[in-house]
């Protein structure tokens, strides 16, 4: 309400050019909306269409030869509902992991007092260009007890110096120093500062992150891949992968006709495996969207 | 009460830091004990002796288990277990099997885990576990096998004895043997053989092409006229590809490479990269001559398997004339009806090439089976596997058990089922059997026992490849390289092969192989391409002598 | 600087400093102990590259490579050494150029008043993030096929000849970069969009009130506000100038674009596939790293130079 208000005044004072700007950006909006949308759009069709008709260049607005045998063998599969329940269990445990592992080192390193700032800025940055490889890796993981464990999956990778530096950098840019002196005044600690006055000032970074960090999760495979052995351990996504064949296969001669139609299967499935694993985590969004509202700063300083 | 709190927790901080620094580094030294390996005592206990016959069935008085590592295509799963052979062994010998199935999707990265993790299972199987270079740059963790063949492998023995060459390609540079190879049955000599739609040739009234020039009229008929009767005339391909074109569509010229290493072995023994042959170039032309005309689809180079798929199994109509495949529904789906598979084209030398196998096309291959250094049992690994080399045996783990699969009868031969609804042949077989890993043997004389229906499958390809087999050339064999030229041959193969192909491309689409011949050589001279030739020819005469 | 002047004073300072920020210091542990131990623990496997390993024999067990730089000069011995290097820089420097393409989106998010359209937009802007590259791949090439794609269609009407884009190597990298702003820019905007969030409204208010326009506002206020982060991403950015990933490139390529296409890392791939080398690639790769943070501590500190933000 009181935000026409607001708009009624703009126009009042501004007028001209700022109505040919607002034209201006919601044609280009809708542009750039129609031509992202297009390849979801395509997708979902696809993932409907006979796979021949869309090889073949034939679905471009409408599905065509619809079918939904894409879904049908994709759910054939049962361990894809395993699949499920562990992504969901790694993604939310992970998560939470990940954004104290993360958070937490993201606020000590933006304070300007730190002794050893440097040092220890040095130390993330550096694990981000110089690792050991995949096989020191395996058998660190391994003498620590952890292959084929629930662990595996959510702590030992759960320290991103990425999403650090990305959060340091919003700590030190939006939290005003004012307020720490303020709280000193009151006789808070560093850790009360951190959780009672910090963190709720922070909602935007911490949902990018949460953001973030589920969705890496949510989609990944690989570590999977390596570290656990049980079937019944398996994430979503190394299940549909094992579903679909990759394409780099080097064909055993005369076998063509299995592998012909694993092939025309694996076609078949991959839209409806996109659609499958992908609508979850694009509901999270909007849960997290909400948090990037303006004003989320307004009354913490007072004057 | 606070201050406390907090000198407590300043504790616990400090002590926590100093635990994970001991606690990480103090397994430093670790990783040598994990890879020196649990290795058996080389002196078989009492025990295990009285356990162990080393004749007859079972195999062990006490049940045994041994783990055996299998890897099978992307999504293929471990259903081959319950096939009724393996069921019964274990029943028989008293030896049980924890089978470990690895997809081969992602099976580069396992690999260096598995071989670093400082255990492997007793056996492997399966030619596309590991491969030359793995094993032989990891040879302590293998058992050389010369003893257990010569002492537990009666099978085994007798068919390295019938067909030498199981013994040839599966010797490794040092003299001994460290896996065991295998032979498929019923293999067709020929490999992929030249398809031709017929219904198109009958639409426009044209004979089947015998020579090249012959070959070009009818591709240059498809093209222009409505081919396949729909009514539009330029919707048809009379050749195709994905992401480059087959070499196959130059066997008239006289090149053939089953094997892709690019090389061919003359009449004298010696070898020819063909790549830098006048044949290649010929050929070239020729081909560069339809791709300006249209006659070779102008995606050729860029589109992928799938969309090459969808233009050979177009749901209206046939689009695609004419190919070098395995058969016909090895490609076309639906369409298969309307192609038939012609003899080869005869080239302007006025003779015909395929590219095959006189012993069979992928049927000789060895790594098939090899048992490693943490086998406890390996006598008992030696006796099971040798079960596998008989000819009742073989069939039933390259099609399935005998019962489901395979029917015997009174008189002795043996017979395929068709297989069960919505499921194709090929993909039954993958299902209920090893299919082409692990450990076989078939002889000829148990060969003549299999009855294959002609009409499908592997019994309709033995079929087709008769019209060629006369024509088949001698592919550059399945060596076996030194480590030291494992080393050397990726950086020269890729680089080397990567050239040729990409001027291959270029050539085709603009033409001037003529003019670009003189400096391509040279290019290629300059990455290495003599010292290619000269690891392959010291490895082929090792094989050969 | 604060803290190296005092350090320069009394130690004794320190500790008392160290003492009293104590919080700080719990608050790093967890991501201090995971790294070291899951990170720096297997740091050895670096020396991979400087022997000759084979994974039976362990890291320690493998002999040392002959000469130790063996499998680097290798690498620059190598036929393809300069061209996998130019093909990989001439597209990460090209991404870089579109770098601020994301930061446009934010900005014209935030200006939005519609707040249903706002929604919508940036919901799916987002989305093409999720899709596999192996289907944008072969939808880039579907739409680009001159036979049967949309693209063919236009140049029909057009009345002119459709050329074959994915097989022009001079096309490769444009596609690439252009490819992945289509299917990324949503998702990297976020963070932008999450930035703008804090900006506090009354500064527009103040703004309107002093007569500003819409274009005047996002100078003087929304930039600023975007600064830090677009400097870290941007440094960020920088140190992966080397590390081209290798699955889209892979799948884009084929032998008429091969030349600008082949980049480090399907390089390493290849050489992979006949037989492991693990110490070539390992050293392949090392190389590229060491480039990569050379190339970020040099960014870091003219960056640090110019605007007092850096990494460290």
New interface residues.
């Given amino acids: 309400m009181s935000e026409n208000r607001?708009?009624k005044?703009?126009r009042i004072?501004?007028g001209g050019?700022?109505k040919i700007?607002?034209i201006f950006?919601?044609l280009?909006?809708a542009i750039?909306?129609v031509?992202?949308?297009y390849?979801?759009y395509?997708?979902v069709i696809a993932s409907f269409s006979?796979?021949?008709?869309?090889?073949?260049?034939?679905v471009?607005l409408l599905p065509k030869?619809f079918t939904l045998d894409g879904y049908k063998e994709l759910f054939r599969h049962d361990e894809i509902w395993t699949g499920y329940a562990n992504t969901i269990l790694y993604t939310v445990v992970g998560t939470l992991i990940g954004l104290?592992?993360?958070l937490?080192?993201a606020?000590?390193?933006s304070?300007?007092?730190?002794?050893?700032?440097?040092f220890?800025?040095?130390?993330?940055?550096f694990?981000?260009?110089?690792?050991?490889?995949?096989?020191?890796?395996?058998?660190?993981?391994?003498?620590?007890h952890l292959y084929n464990t629930f662990t595996v999956m959510v702590?030992?990778?759960?320290?991103s110096v990425?999403n650090?530096?990305?959060a340091r950098?919003?700590f030190?840019?939006?939290i005003p120093s004012d307020l720490n002196d303020a709280a000193k005044i009151d006789g808070c600690?560093?850790?009360g500062y951190?959780f009672k006055i910090v963190l709720p000032l922070s909602k935007?970074?911490i949902?990018?992150i949460a953001?973030w960090t589920a969705v890496g999760m949510w989609?990944s495979y690989f570590n999977a891949?390596?570290y656990l052995k049980d079937a019944s351990r398996y994430p979503l996504q190394l299940i549909l992968?094992?579903?679909?064949?990759?394409?780099n296969?080097?064909?055993?001669?005369?076998?063509?006709?299995?592998?012909?139609?694993?092939?025309?299967l694996?076609?078949l499935m991959?839209?409806s495996?996109?659609i499958v694993s992908?609508v979850p985590?694009?509901c999270f969004?909007?849960f997290v969207?909400k948090?990037?509202?303006?004003?989320?700063?307004?009354g913490a300083v007072k004057g | 009460m606070k201050k406390e709190v907090k000198a407590c927790l300043k504790r616990i901080t400090s002590l926590l830091l100093v635990f994970a620094m001991t606690l990480s580094f103090a397994g430093c030294g670790k990783e040598k004990q994990d890879t020196s390996g649990k290795m058996p005592d080389s002196a078989k206990t009492e025990k295990e002796d009285s356990n162990f016959n080393a004749t007859g069935m079972p195999i062990v008085k006490e049940l045994v288990t041994l783990t055996v590592l299998t890897t099978r295509w992307g999504n293929m799963g471990d259903s081959f277990t319950n096939n009724e052979f393996l069921k019964e062994l274990e029943e028989k010998s008293n030896v049980k099997i924890d089978w470990q199935v690895q997809s081969l999707n992602d099976w580069g990265e396992q690999k260096g885990i598995i071989l670093a993790g400082g255990e492997l299972p007793d056996i492997i199987m399966g030619f596309q576990t590991f491969n030359d270079s793995d094993i032989m740059s990891n040879l302590d963790l293998f058992l050389p096998l010369n003893d257990l063949i010569e002492s537990y492998m009666p099978n085994y023995s007798k068919a390295m004895e019938e067909m030498p060459d199981l013994k040839k390609i599966a010797t490794f540079p040092d003299g001994n043997m460290y896996s065991m190879s295998k032979n498929l049955p019923l293999r067709p000599i020929s490999c992929n053989q030249p398809i031709i739609n017929k219904v198109w040739l009958k639409n426009l009234g044209l004979e089947v092409p015998t020579t090249i020039d012959e070959l070009y009229n009818v591709l240059k008929a498809f093209k222009e006229q409505d081919a396949n009767g729909n009514g539009d005339p330029n919707d048809e391909f009379p050749i195709s590809g994905a992401k480059g074109i087959s070499m196959d569509f130059l066997n008239p010229f006289g090149i053939t490479d089953i094997n892709g290493f690019k090389i061919m072995v003359n009449e004298d023994d010696t070898l020819t990269y063909y790549p830098t042959s006048e044949a290649y170039k010929e050929g070239i032309k020729w081909l560069h001559k339809l791709y300006a005309e249209g006659i070779m689809d102008p995606e050729t180079f860029t589109q992928d398997d799938s969309m090459l798929s969808a233009k050979r199994q177009d749901p209206n109509v046939a689009r695609v004339g004419f190919e070098y495949a395995w058969t016909p529904d090895s490609n076309f789906g639906k369409w298969s009806s309307e192609y038939e598979v012609i003899p080869p084209i005869k080239g302007y030398d006025g003779k015909q090439y395929t590219g095959g196998d006189p012993n069979g096309v992928a049927s000789i291959m060895r790594n098939e089976v090899l048992i490693t250094k943490f086998c406890k049992n390996p006598e008992v690994a030696a006796r099971w596997i040798d079960e596998f080399y008989t000819g009742e045996a073989s069939i039933q783990n390259f099609w399935g058990g005998i019962g489901t699969v395979i029917t015997k009868h009174e008189d002795g031969t043996y017979t395929l089922n068709d297989p069960p609804e919505g499921t194709s042949a090929d993909a039954w077989y993958w299902d209920s059997s090893l299919r082409d890993f692990g450990p076989k043997y078939v002889s000829k004389e148990f060969e003549e026992k299999v009855k294959l229906s002609p009409a499908s499958g592997d019994g309709l390809k033995a079929e087709l490849s008769k019209i060629a087999e006369s024509t088949v050339t001698t592919p550059y064999p399945n060596v076996m390289f030194t480590n030291e030229e494992n080393e050397e041959r990726p950086t020269l193969t890729t680089d080397i092969d990567k050239y040729v192909e990409s001027t291959r491309a270029l050539w085709i689409t603009e033409g001037g192989v003529d003019e670009g011949w003189e400096e391509y050589l040279e290019q290629l001279n300059a990455m290495g391409l003599e010292r290619l030739m000269e690891i392959y020819a010291a490895a082929y005469e090792r094989y050969t002598k | 600087m604060k803290v190296s002047k005092q350090q320069k004073g009394n130690t004794k300072n320190l500790w008392l400093r160290i003492r009293r920020n104590w919080g700080l210091y719990l608050l790093l542990l967890p991501a201090v102990i995971l790294l070291i131990c899951f990170t720096y623990r297997p740091m050895y496997g670096v020396l991979i590259a400087f022997k000759e390993y084979r994974p039976a024999k362990g890291i320690w067990g493998s002999p040392w490579a002959t000469p130790w730089y063996k499998y680097f000069k290798k690498f620059f011995d190598s036929y393809q050494f300069v061209n996998t290097i130019k093909n990989t820089l001439s597209i990460t420097l090209y991404s870089l150029l579109v770098f601020p393409i994301p930061i446009i989106l934010a900005l014209c998010i935030n200006q939005m008043r519609s707040g249903k359209f706002k929604k919508v937009f940036q919901t799916v802007t987002y989305m093409p993030h999720f899709i596999s590259t192996v289907v944008m791949v072969g939808l880039l090439t579907l739409l680009l096929s001159p036979g049967s794609g949309v693209f063919g269609a236009i140049c029909d009407v057009l009345g002119v000849e459709a050329p074959n884009l994915m097989g022009k190597a001079g096309a490769f990298k444009h596609l690439y970069v252009w490819s992945d702003v289509w299917q990324h820019a949503g998702w990297d905007s976020i963070i932008y969009i999450a930035a703008l969030s804090g900006i506090d409204p009354s500064l527009y208010e103040a703004a309107t009130v002093d007569g500003a326009t819409k274009m005047q506002k996002i100078k003087y206020i929304d930039i600023p506000m975007l600064i830090p982060t677009t400097v870290t991403m941007l440094i960020l950015r920088m140190g992966g100038l080397l590390s081209l990933g290798f699955e889209k490139v892979y799948l884009m390529q084929n032998d008429l674009n091969l030349v600008s296409s082949e980049v480090i890392s399907t390089y390493v791939y290849k050489i992979g596939v006949i037989n492991t080398q693990y110490s070539y690639s390992a050293a392949i790769n090392l190389f590229s790293t060491i480039v990569n943070f050379i190339l970020l501590l040099s960014v870091n500190k003219i960056s640090k130079r110019i605007s007092e933000n850096g990494l460290w």
Avoid: C, H
């Fill in positions: 607001g708009k005044d703009n004072r501004s050019p700022d700007f607002q950006l919601y280009i909006a750039v909306l031509i992202v949308l390849p979801l395509f997708v006979d796979p021949s008709a869309v090889a073949g260049g034939q471009w030869g104290v592992v993360n937490f080192a606020y000590a390193l304070r300007k007092d730190l002794v050893g700032r440097k220890f800025n040095f130390m993330f940055i694990t981000m260009f110089f690792n050991g490889g995949l096989i020191p890796t395996f058998l660190t993981i391994k003498d620590f702590l030992p990778f759960s320290v990425y650090i530096i990305v950098t919003f030190q840019s939006s600690g560093n850790l951190f935007a970074i949902s990018v953001l989609n891949l390596i992968r094992n579903i679909l064949i990759t394409n296969l080097q064909m055993s001669f005369g076998s063509g006709e299995a592998m012909q139609i694993a092939l025309r694996s076609n991959r839209y495996v996109i992908t985590i694009m969004y909007p969207q948090y990037f509202n303006k004003g989320v700063m307004i």
